[in-house]
Nanobody, 125 residues
């Protein structure tokens, strides 16, 4: 059974930075080299939205709202996924989830097979 565990969330003032991580457990091989990985977020009263994803070759894609501010990366050997978030704004406040998919579309939640429990990011003005 694959488990994804996020960490690194917290509270920060607008303009600040945070790096959140997602570690995978319960998988014999390098999960992140076989699955493409995504970060999603869900703010209060909002639907879950895709933030960034990275394919098995390491190619990233970003939502327009975070392009140029967020960077997704991964360490295949350690099965750790990262999201570096810079120039944070209050609109980035949300629960952030990592997810793994064998196929499908980068920003479609239903295409993902495994999900973490989430880590809260709060940005104050």
């Amino acid at each position: 059974q694959v488990q994804l565990v996020e960490s690194g969330g917290g509270s920060v003032q607008a303009g600040g930075s945070l790096r959140i991580s997602c570690a995978a457990f319960g998988y014999t091989y390098s999960l992140y080299s076989l699955y493409y990985m995504g970060w999603f977020r869900q703010g209060p009263g909002k639907e879950r939205e895709g933030v960034a994803c990275i394919d098995t070759y390491g190619s990233p894609r970003y939502a327009n709202s975070v392009q140029g501010r967020f960077t997704i990366s991964k360490d295949n050997a350690k099965n750790i996924l990262y999201l570096q978030m810079n120039s944070l704004v209050p609109e980035d406040t949300a629960m952030y989830y990592c997810a793994a998919a064998r196929g499908g579309s980068c920003f479609v939640p239903n295409d993902y097979n495994y999900w973490g429990q989430g880590t809260q990011v709060t940005v104050s003005s």
